[in-house]
Protein backbone atom coordinates (compact mmCIF):
# COMPACT_ATOMS: atom_id res chain seq x y z
CA UNK A 1 0.00 0.00 0.00
CA UNK A 2 0.59 3.68 0.23
CA UNK A 3 3.91 5.02 2.40
CA UNK A 4 4.08 8.18 3.92
CA UNK A 5 7.40 9.06 5.84
CA UNK A 6 7.19 10.77 8.30
CA UNK A 7 10.34 12.67 10.00
CA UNK A 8 12.07 12.84 12.29
CA UNK A 9 11.03 9.88 14.62
CA UNK A 10 11.24 11.84 17.40
CA UNK A 11 12.37 15.41 19.02
CA UNK A 12 13.60 16.37 22.22
CA UNK A 13 13.65 20.23 22.84
CA UNK A 14 13.52 23.59 25.10
CA UNK A 15 10.24 25.46 26.02
CA UNK A 16 10.21 28.38 23.65
CA UNK A 17 12.22 26.84 20.62
CA UNK A 18 10.73 26.17 17.43
CA UNK A 19 9.68 22.86 15.55
CA UNK A 20 9.64 21.32 12.56
CA UNK A 21 8.80 18.25 10.55
CA UNK A 22 7.75 16.76 7.15
CA UNK A 23 6.05 14.18 5.74
CA UNK A 24 6.68 12.70 2.22
CA UNK A 25 4.90 10.42 -0.25
CA UNK A 26 5.75 8.25 -3.44
CA UNK A 27 2.93 9.59 -5.09
CA UNK A 28 0.76 12.51 -5.40
CA UNK A 29 -2.06 13.36 -2.27
CA UNK A 30 -4.57 15.64 -3.14
CA UNK A 31 -5.58 16.26 0.77
CA UNK A 32 -3.08 16.32 3.60
CA UNK A 33 -3.65 16.36 7.05
CA UNK A 34 -2.48 16.79 10.58
CA UNK A 35 -3.09 15.70 13.74
CA UNK A 36 -1.78 15.31 17.55
CA UNK A 37 -2.24 12.47 19.43
CA UNK A 38 -1.63 12.96 23.41
CA UNK A 39 -1.08 9.76 25.83
CA UNK A 40 -3.78 8.30 26.64
CA UNK A 41 -6.09 9.55 24.25
CA UNK A 42 -6.84 9.37 20.17
CA UNK A 43 -5.76 11.50 17.35
CA UNK A 44 -7.46 15.09 17.00
CA UNK A 45 -7.33 16.92 13.84
CA UNK A 46 -5.31 20.27 13.97
CA UNK A 47 -4.89 21.47 10.19
CA UNK A 48 -6.62 20.13 6.68
CA UNK A 49 -4.82 21.24 3.57
CA UNK A 50 -6.35 20.64 -0.04
CA UNK A 51 -4.22 22.78 -2.46
CA UNK A 52 -0.91 22.57 -3.37
CA UNK A 53 0.90 25.31 -1.79
CA UNK A 54 -1.65 26.26 0.67
CA UNK A 55 -0.41 27.62 3.78
CA UNK A 56 -3.14 26.98 6.59
CA UNK A 57 -1.87 28.36 10.75
CA UNK A 58 -3.37 27.54 13.76
CA UNK A 59 -2.50 29.10 16.67
CA UNK A 60 1.46 28.48 16.88
CA UNK A 61 1.02 25.86 14.03
CA UNK A 62 1.56 26.14 10.21
CA UNK A 63 1.54 23.27 8.19
CA UNK A 64 2.07 23.39 4.16
CA UNK A 65 0.49 21.17 1.65
CA UNK A 66 3.88 20.86 -0.86
CA UNK A 67 4.08 22.31 -4.65
CA UNK A 68 5.10 19.10 -5.75
CA UNK A 69 1.89 17.58 -3.94
CA UNK A 70 4.20 14.75 -2.78
CA UNK A 71 4.99 16.59 1.04
CA UNK A 72 3.47 18.16 3.63
CA UNK A 73 5.36 20.51 6.02
CA UNK A 74 4.06 21.27 9.92
CA UNK A 75 5.97 24.06 12.16
CA UNK A 76 5.35 24.49 16.00
CA UNK A 77 6.26 28.32 17.17
CA UNK A 78 7.64 28.72 20.68
CA UNK A 79 6.89 25.19 21.68
CA UNK A 80 5.60 25.42 25.20
CA UNK A 81 5.15 22.07 27.52
CA UNK A 82 1.45 21.15 26.81
CA UNK A 83 2.93 20.72 23.05
CA UNK A 84 3.83 17.19 23.90
CA UNK A 85 2.37 14.24 21.68
CA UNK A 86 2.71 12.34 19.19
CA UNK A 87 1.96 14.62 15.79
CA UNK A 88 0.69 12.83 12.31
CA UNK A 89 0.86 13.16 9.04
CA UNK A 90 -1.82 11.56 7.15
CA UNK A 91 -3.05 12.00 2.73
CA UNK A 92 -5.18 10.88 0.52
CA UNK A 93 -4.58 10.09 -3.43
CA UNK A 94 -7.75 10.54 -4.77
CA UNK A 95 -11.47 11.59 -3.30
CA UNK A 96 -12.54 7.79 -3.27
CA UNK A 97 -9.45 6.54 -1.32
CA UNK A 98 -9.14 5.99 2.20
CA UNK A 99 -6.45 8.08 4.35
CA UNK A 100 -3.00 6.97 5.14
CA UNK A 101 -0.95 7.68 8.12
CA UNK A 102 3.01 8.40 8.38
CA UNK A 103 4.52 7.04 11.78
CA UNK A 104 4.45 10.03 13.80
CA UNK A 105 6.68 12.38 15.32
CA UNK A 106 7.61 11.85 18.97
CA UNK A 107 7.57 15.47 20.51
CA UNK A 108 9.05 16.04 23.98
CA UNK A 109 8.87 19.60 25.38
CA UNK A 110 11.61 20.21 28.38
CA UNK A 111 10.84 23.39 30.56
CA UNK B 1 -21.85 14.41 24.31
CA UNK B 2 -19.37 11.89 25.03
CA UNK B 3 -18.29 11.59 21.06
CA UNK B 4 -16.29 8.19 20.76
CA UNK B 5 -16.72 5.58 23.33
CA UNK B 6 -14.73 2.42 23.22
CA UNK B 7 -14.96 -0.50 25.77
CA UNK B 8 -12.70 -2.00 27.16
CA UNK B 9 -9.60 0.21 27.74
CA UNK B 10 -7.62 -2.54 28.40
CA UNK B 11 -7.55 -6.74 27.60
CA UNK B 12 -5.24 -9.38 28.21
CA UNK B 13 -5.92 -12.36 26.34
CA UNK B 14 -4.46 -15.94 25.57
CA UNK B 15 -3.75 -17.06 22.13
CA UNK B 16 -6.63 -18.45 20.30
CA UNK B 17 -9.20 -16.46 22.90
CA UNK B 18 -11.90 -14.36 21.07
CA UNK B 19 -13.45 -11.20 21.75
CA UNK B 20 -15.23 -8.52 20.51
CA UNK B 21 -14.31 -4.70 21.17
CA UNK B 22 -17.30 -1.95 21.23
CA UNK B 23 -17.27 1.66 19.81
CA UNK B 24 -20.53 3.60 19.83
CA UNK B 25 -21.13 7.85 18.83
CA UNK B 26 -23.42 10.13 19.77
CA UNK B 27 -22.96 12.25 17.26
CA UNK B 28 -25.41 11.35 14.15
CA UNK B 29 -22.62 10.18 12.43
CA UNK B 30 -22.53 8.18 9.16
CA UNK B 31 -19.51 6.76 8.93
CA UNK B 32 -17.28 4.54 11.14
CA UNK B 33 -14.20 3.26 11.42
CA UNK B 34 -11.58 0.29 13.51
CA UNK B 35 -7.96 1.41 13.20
CA UNK B 36 -4.78 -0.11 15.21
CA UNK B 37 -1.90 1.86 15.91
CA UNK B 38 1.39 -0.29 16.48
CA UNK B 39 4.90 1.46 17.33
CA UNK B 40 6.69 3.05 14.14
CA UNK B 41 3.91 1.99 11.74
CA UNK B 42 1.16 4.77 12.37
CA UNK B 43 -2.55 4.54 11.98
CA UNK B 44 -3.14 1.70 9.68
CA UNK B 45 -7.37 0.82 8.69
CA UNK B 46 -8.50 -2.39 9.52
CA UNK B 47 -12.72 -1.74 8.21
CA UNK B 48 -15.17 0.65 7.72
CA UNK B 49 -18.48 1.68 6.99
CA UNK B 50 -19.43 4.10 5.02
CA UNK B 51 -22.92 4.00 6.23
CA UNK B 52 -25.16 1.83 8.18
CA UNK B 53 -25.65 -1.46 6.69
CA UNK B 54 -22.61 -1.36 5.20
CA UNK B 55 -18.82 -2.15 5.74
CA UNK B 56 -15.57 -2.67 3.88
CA UNK B 57 -12.15 -3.86 4.02
CA UNK B 58 -9.28 -1.67 4.81
CA UNK B 59 -5.09 -2.05 4.37
CA UNK B 60 -4.98 -5.46 7.30
CA UNK B 61 -8.74 -6.71 7.74
CA UNK B 62 -6.99 -10.11 8.23
CA UNK B 63 -8.59 -11.55 11.45
CA UNK B 64 -10.89 -9.31 12.11
CA UNK B 65 -14.37 -9.11 11.29
CA UNK B 66 -16.48 -6.36 12.28
CA UNK B 67 -20.91 -5.51 12.58
CA UNK B 68 -22.40 -1.85 12.16
CA UNK B 69 -24.93 -2.80 14.63
CA UNK B 70 -26.76 0.08 14.44
CA UNK B 71 -26.43 3.63 13.41
CA UNK B 72 -24.41 4.76 16.81
CA UNK B 73 -22.17 1.07 17.11
CA UNK B 74 -19.63 -0.24 15.58
CA UNK B 75 -17.74 -3.60 17.02
CA UNK B 76 -14.62 -5.23 16.06
CA UNK B 77 -14.84 -8.90 16.69
CA UNK B 78 -11.13 -11.42 16.91
CA UNK B 79 -12.31 -14.85 16.40
CA UNK B 80 -9.12 -16.39 17.60
CA UNK B 81 -6.41 -14.26 18.75
CA UNK B 82 -2.83 -14.06 17.85
CA UNK B 83 0.26 -12.30 19.40
CA UNK B 84 0.79 -10.49 16.22
CA UNK B 85 -2.95 -8.34 17.04
CA UNK B 86 -1.20 -7.00 20.36
CA UNK B 87 -1.84 -3.27 19.37
CA UNK B 88 -3.94 -0.21 20.74
CA UNK B 89 -7.20 -0.29 18.65
CA UNK B 90 -8.85 3.08 17.89
CA UNK B 91 -12.67 3.69 16.96
CA UNK B 92 -13.46 6.52 14.70
CA UNK B 93 -16.48 8.24 13.35
CA UNK B 94 -16.78 10.91 10.53
CA UNK B 95 -20.23 12.80 9.24
CA UNK B 96 -19.69 10.87 6.23
CA UNK B 97 -16.97 8.99 3.97
CA UNK B 98 -16.23 12.08 2.26
CA UNK B 99 -15.50 14.04 5.43
CA UNK B 100 -13.23 11.68 6.72
CA UNK B 101 -10.06 13.55 7.65
CA UNK B 102 -12.60 15.47 10.06
CA UNK B 103 -13.01 12.16 11.92
CA UNK B 104 -13.54 11.59 15.59
CA UNK B 105 -11.59 9.44 17.69
CA UNK B 106 -12.25 7.47 20.28
CA UNK B 107 -9.85 6.49 23.33
CA UNK B 108 -8.34 3.89 22.48
CA UNK B 109 -8.19 0.16 23.64
CA UNK B 110 -5.20 -1.75 24.67
CA UNK B 111 -4.73 -5.30 24.00
CA UNK B 112 -1.66 -7.77 24.72
CA UNK B 113 -2.65 -11.18 23.22
CA UNK B 114 -0.38 -13.79 24.94
Known amino acids: GQQLNQSPQSMFIQEGEDVSMNCTSS?????WLWYKQEPGEGPVLLIA?????ELTSNGRLTAQFGITRKDSFLNISASIPSDVGIYFC???????????FGEGTQLTVNP | NAGVTQTPKFQVLKTGQSMTLQCAQD?????MYWYRQDPGMGLRLIYY???????DKGEVPNGYNVSRLNKREFSLRLESAAPSQTSVYFC?????????????FGPGTRLLVL
Open chain 1, 49 to 53: LYKAG
Open chain 1, 90 to 100: AGRETSGSRLT
Open chain 2, 49 to 55: SASEGTT
Open chain 2, 27 to 31: MNHNS
Open chain 1, 27 to 31: SIFNT
Open chain 2, 92 to 104: ASSEGIANEETQY
